[in-house]
């Protein structure tokens, strides 16, 4: 069985179409949540706002587009392919300290892309929290 909601279906409506006011004055969820919380005495708070937002569809998530030949790769087969055009292929007769000391470079530069990466997705994943 549900909660009851402490708010009338007036007061529900009210904030909803004060909610599609603030979002077609060019506001974003969260400012629209604010200024329509900020107008009621003892009106609902500002997740309850988000709340009715959300379930309503209000304000659309942006959508990220993907480019196709990376959808398609893993970043470690790009990038294997970037590194075959650009580097000539190892001969046989390369000291294996050589090898080892330029695998150990390029491990190095992949640990920190995906560092980076991994900081990218994490901020990305809270700007779509706001907005599912």
């Known amino acids: 069985m549900p909660f009851p909601t402490p708010y009338s279906p007036e007061t529900r409506s009210t ?3 004060l909610l599609v006011q603030a979002r077609d004055d060019g ?11 900020g107008q009621f005495n003892n009106g609902p708070a500002v997740s309850t706002l988000h709340l009715w937002a959300k379930e309503a569809k209000l304000f659309a998530a942006p ?10 790769r893993s970043p470690l087969q790009i990038h ?8 000539p292929a190892h001969d046989h007769t390369s000291d294996p300290r050589d090898v080892a ?12 892309q ?13 700007l779509v929290s706001l907005y599912v």
């Open 27 to 37: 506001m974003n969820q969260n400012q629209a949540a604010i200024a329509v919380a």
């Open 15 to 17: 904030a909803m179409e």
């Open 80 to 87: 294997s392919v970037a590194v075959k055009a650009t580097e």
């Open 114 to 126: 995906v560092a980076s990466q991994a900081k990218e997705i994490k901020a990305l994943r809270g």
């Open 63 to 72: 959508t990220i587009k993907k480019a196709k030949h990376q959808a398609t």
């Open 101 to 112: 000391s330029t695998l150990k470079q390029e491990n190095q530069t992949l640990r920190v």
